[in-house]
């Protein structure tokens, strides 16, 4: 069973920085495919950034060229540093494994394993 704990998230003002981790324990070999979504109140979960087999990262528009998701050499730790933060990035945050390689995007039906999320709050 994998387990997925994600920490880091905390309330800050518009344009602050947060980085987010995510420590992943338990066995899929080579973690192949994760990502980090979010949910924010009454809308659905959405992708926010994946990274692949091969350590390639996709983003959503919505996060582009603000955010980055990075993955230590062992794949035991994925983070996302989430900088220029906006009201409208509140939301509680999810890591997540996909047990298969591809493809790796950000649909959330598509991952097999979830953290509990951990809360981030942008105010103006």
């Known amino acids: 069973q994998v387990r997925l704990v994600e920490s880091g998230g905390d309330s800050v003002q518009d344009g602050g920085s947060l980085r987010l981790s995510c420590a992943a324990s338990g066995y899929i070999y080579n973690r192949p495919c994760m990502g980090w979504f979010r949910q924010a109140p009454g809308k659905e979960r959405e992708g926010v950034a994946t990274?692949?087999?091969?350590?390639?990262?996709t983003y959503a528009d919505s996060v582009k060229g603000r955010f980055t998701i990075s993955q230590d050499n062992t794949k035991v730790t994925l983070s996302l540093q989430m900088n220029s933060l906006k009201p409208e990035d509140t939301a509680m945050y999810y890591c997540a494994a996909r047990s298969r390689a591809w493809p790796c995007r950000g649909k959330s039906a598509e991952f097999d394993f979830w953290g509990q999320g951990t809360q981030v709050t942008v105010s103006s």
């Open positions: 990274i692949d087999v091969n350590g390639s990262p």
